[in-house]
Structure formats: structure tokens, C-alpha cells
């Protein structure tokens, strides 16, 4: 449910497909087979999947016959459950889960709609809430073509190559080298401000020409 209600308009909320959204779009043979391809069974995140493993696949992975496979759920989302599991619970929480892209995710009760802001999907996140999201398209792959500006980059990346860690831990650590706390260490940047929509932005402008900004650099 999660991915076909977030990506593929499914109304998860009234466990149905919108056939007349799929005919004003051209798809009409989607609704006309009954969603046959799309899928007719939907199910929540977690729901096992037929049998199990089959006896080919259990063998190759050293694993029981029969043993359970989950549905699946988008990677971001999978990581947005973990809120639920944080002091006050769902709805007072929210997700931030970074990668190479960004996704903000919280948790309602009931619908919320918000200009700019996707959703809300029935049950895609948590089960039996609602979910509200937005996200950017260059998010720690923003981080990386910035450090790729700086002239000291290549001699950076030898250091920590040297030093067997990635990069950005290497970074990290000589800035908390040169402060007393780590909430001092933002100091540092003081002055420069970067706005990472090398890809344009998905949210709240849905902008596919929006620019990035680098500005403060001395």
C-alpha cells in the first residue's frame, strides 16, 4: 500500500483505484482490465507475501523453505516508522531521513492537507494514520558537489582516504577538532547559506526550474 498510494494514486483510504482519473489520463485500459497490472490485492507493509520462500530461492540463501517475505515499503518511509517508537509517539514526531535525496515525514490522525506539502496518504507510512511529506531531490548529494567547489577537495578526500574513513566523517571530525561543543561547530559556517536545488524543487514549490544558490563565500 505504501508505494502504490504515494506514487500511484491508489486511495488507500477507500481500498479502491480511481478508475475515472485513470481514463482522463489516457490509462483507461488499466481501469477497463480492473487494474489486473497494477494490482488488485493491496496490502499493508509487513503483510507476508504467499508461502514464503519457495524451495530454489530458500536454498540459495541457506534459509528454511517457507520462510516469510514481507511486503516491502518505500526506503524513506521505512525509516519514517521510527518515530513511533520515539517518546510521545507518532504524531508528535517527525522524520527527516537524508540520503542522496531528503524526505520530512509526519504522522496525523486524521486528514491534513497542506499547499506544497504531499499527501496525506491513508496508512502508507503507519498503519491506520495518515501521512504528510516533502522532500528535496539533492540532498547529501548537494552536500557532496559542494565539497567537490572547494579548491582543497582533492587533497581532503587523500587525507581521509589515508585515514580509511569517508569524507564527510573526516570533515566532520576536524571541524570538532576545533570546537569546545558541537553546537559550536555551525559557528564555523557563519555567513554562508546554500539553497541545494541543483535538481529544481519538489517541495513545497514543485519548481523543476527553481536554481540552487551558494552565497557568502569569501
Not at 481514463?23 to 489486473?36: N, P, T, Y
Not at 507518532?90 to 527527516?96: G, H
Not at 570546537?179 to 523543476?208: C, M, Y
Amino acid at each position: 500500500v505504501c508505494t502504490v498510494t504515494c506514487k500511484w494514486t491508489y486511495l488507500a483510504h477507500e481500498q479502491r483505484w480511481d478508475a475515472s482519473y485513470f481514463r482522463q489520463i489516457g490509462l483507461e485500459e488499466l481501469a477497463d482490465e480492473d487494474f489486473v497490472r497494477i494490482g488488485q490485492r493491496i496490502v499493508d507493509p509487513g503483510t507476508p507475501c504467499g508461502d514464503g520462500l519457495c524451495a530454489t530461492v530458500a536454498e540459495e540463501m541457506g534459509l528454511p523453505v517457507g520462510t516469510p517475505v514481507a511486503v516491502g515499503m518505500i526506503d524513506a518511509h521505512a525509516g519514517g516508522i521510527g518515530t513511533v517508537g520515539v517518546l510521545n509517539g507518532a504524531v508528535n514526531n517527525m522524520a527527516y531521513v537524508f540520503g542522496t535525496s531528503s524526505c520530512t515525514m509526519t504522522t496525523t490522525q486524521e486528514a491534513v492537507f497542506v499547499p506544497g506539502v504531499w499527501g496525506p496518504y491513508y496508512s502508507a507510512m503507519v498503519p491506520g494514520f495518515w501521512l504528510s511529506e516533502g522532500g528535496q531531490s539533492a540532498a547529501g548529494a548537494a552536500i557532496d558537489q559542494l565539497l567537490s567547489f572547494h579548491p582543497a577537495a582533492v587533497e581532503a578526500k587523500a587525507l581521509a582516504r589515508a585515514r580509511g574513513v569517508p569524507l564527510p566523517v573526516y570533515l566532520a571530525d576536524s571541524v570538532l577538532a576545533k570546537v569546545e561543543r558541537p553546537s559550536a561547530a555551525v559557528k564555523l559556517a557563519a555567513g554562508l547559506h546554500v539553497v541545494p536545488e541543483f535538481l529544481g524543487n519538489r517541495a513545497p514549490l514543485a519548481d523543476p526550474h527553481a536554481k540552487a544558490i551558494i552565497a557568502g563565500l569569501g
